[in-house]
């Protein structure tokens, strides 16, 4: 099995696909566009890896950060979950975005997520809330008790702006989710002012 890699990045391919040289030997890798952005072609890089075995197909995942792999290995062996929808998931949420999430059952935040419609993120709210629990990535709380997801208090400030609920998923889909609310918040706005102009 393979854990990590350490090589030069020799490509980039447009469906989210790095080649990795690592000795003589190029390993084609799955990532998130996020991760994909930090590859660049010529530079050195380390990812680890989840090797992924099937009868038809061996696959390799791979991420900057272990607590990303290790969200990613939780997610697949959760029902309904294949490595798609949880490669999908990673490049929407970081694990510490998504602890938050499934910690405040916030459904809106994961219908972010390309292919998850609100059926499916009440199963995924249901499904993870005991499987995210891992000590690395537990949320604090906030001071009040209650906790509250940032992407939630984001995209209700926009929806208070008077944007819609579509312009607003497709703006919080392109920030970063692991930044506060005042970097979503600003993010978001810049990237809907552009488009409306």
Do not use: C, W
């Amino acid at each position: 099995m393979i854990g990590s890699l350490r090589g030069v990045v020799l490509e980039r391919t447009e469906d989210a696909n790095a080649l990795v040289e690592v000795a003589g030997v190029g390993y084609l890798v799955a990532v998130t566009p996020r991760t994909l952005a930090e590859l660049e072609p010529g530079s050195p890089a380390f990812l680890y890896v989840h090797h992924h075995i099937r009868e038809d197909a061996q696959t390799l995942f791979g991420f900057l950060h272990r607590d990303e792999r290790t969200t990613f290995q939780v997610l697949i062996a959760t029902h309904g979950i294949g490595p798609a929808l949880a490669l999908a998931i990673l490049g929407t949420h970081s694990p510490s975005a998504l602890v938050d999430i499934i910690a405040s059952s916030d459904l809106g935040a994961l219908t972010l997520v390309p292919g998850v419609g609100k059926k499916t993120a009440e199963r995924l709210l249901i499904e993870l809330r005991n499987k995210l629990s891992l000590p690395m990535l537990d949320p604090l709380p906030s001071a009040g008790g209650a906790k509250h997801s940032v992407i939630g208090d984001v995209r209700e400030a926009l929806a208070g702006l008077g944007y819609g609920p579509e312009e607003i998923r497709e703006a919080l889909r392109e920030v970063p989710s692991d930044s506060d609310a005042g970097s979503m918040l600003r993010d978001a706005l810049k990237l809907l002012g552009a488009k409306r102009a």
